[in-house]
């Protein structure tokens, strides 16, 4: 009995010094505030940020910062140089690493929205860099520099240089809130690093992806028609439920964002013209010749939940869908039903009018 004892108090001796010794390594290495430049490089995986960050004496234990990376669930750390401090905690600079904060005094933050076009995009990467507008279309127009980022990364082909897509890189641009260097920052690091971030929202679903009858260029098509037809994310599967249910019955999607897109107008400006609906673009999805197809490429950025309602879509027999001015969704699964709906939602004065 007195040898049993021994071992558990030896056992708990050990467990309390585990633990110890895990808290006071993921706390700061010293008091010492002075900034130490430190670059992650791109593809750089918890194991060696780990490293690098302890060979720039910026942690005490690598084993210490991987143990709470994992128990944590930390992830989508951004490469980049990041100014650290000795002074920091393991919580503080796995937030740094995974919001791209870097404490430069030159660093800038640019924020890409959800639903939005590669027009808003160059506009904004305008007004937040020295880049101009034009200069942004222009990367898109080097041929080389296209067919690089297709072999550097999985989820890029040969689709995206198809002549009639408007730009090339319109929905694979992942959209968040990223730390640029400075205002002199090229335009192509911009890009890159929000491709780099796409990866890892992929990565998840590579297997899906994989086994899906769809490319992942279709699936970010897909995706991008139901960012910009559901403004949040309650319903999003059902609307992807419509939209393969309309495929599957060789029917046009029908999709009034598409409309916009192909004559490059965004919603908030005007209504359609009846011209407008009618004439054959591959993006316009309201035309002619687009029973059962797909617009030719995506139309906007896409957030992680719609691409997830892309490849899980719900189950139903829903053929319609329409959103209220308010954005919440009605599904219905005929033709009447559908326009009982509209005419409930204009006499409820809840239609949307320009």
Known sequence: MKKIRAILILLLIIIIGIVLWYFISISPKSSNIKENEV?????????????????????????????????????????????????????????????????????????????????????TIAEKTNNTYEEVLDVLEDDEYIDYLIDKYWFL??????ENIYYS???????????????????????????????????????????????????????????????TQEGRKDVASVIYNRLNSNMAIQSDVTTYYAIKVDM????????????????NTRGPNMEGKLPIGPISTVSKSSIEAALEPSNTDYIFFVADKNGKLYFTKTNEEHNKKVNELKTQGLWWEY
């Not at 991987?66 to 990041?82: D, E, M, R």
């Not at 400006?269 to 004439?279: A, K, V």
């Open 157 to 162: 082909e040969d689709e995206i240089k198809n």
């Open 39 to 123: 670059t992650i490089p791109i593809g750089t995986g918890t194991s060696g940020i780990a490293k690098i960050l302890k060979e720039n004496n910026i942690i005490k234990s690598e084993t210490a910062f991987k143990i709470y990376v994992k128990l944590n669930k930390v992830s989508g750390f951004q490469a980049g140089t990041y100014y650290l401090k000795e002074s920091m905690s393991v919580k503080e600079i796995t937030e740094m690493l995974k919001t791209g904060i870097m404490h430069d005094p030159n660093q800038i933050t640019i924020t890409f929205i959800e639903g939005k076009n590669f027009r808003w995009i160059a506009n």
């Open 268 to 283: 908030s400006e005007r209504d359609l013209y009846q011209r407008e609906i009618d004439e054959y673009n591959q993006y």
């Open 169 to 231: 890189l319109e929905g694979y641009l992942f959209p968040d809130t990223y730390a640029i260097k400075n205002k002199d920052v090229e335009v192509k690091e911009i890009f890159e690093k929000m491709l780099d971030q796409m990866g890892n929202v992929l990565e998840d679903y590579k297997e899906e992806i994989e086994n899906s009858e769809y490319s992942v260029h279709e699936i970010l098509t897909i995706a991008s028609i139901i960012e910009t037809e559901s403004m």
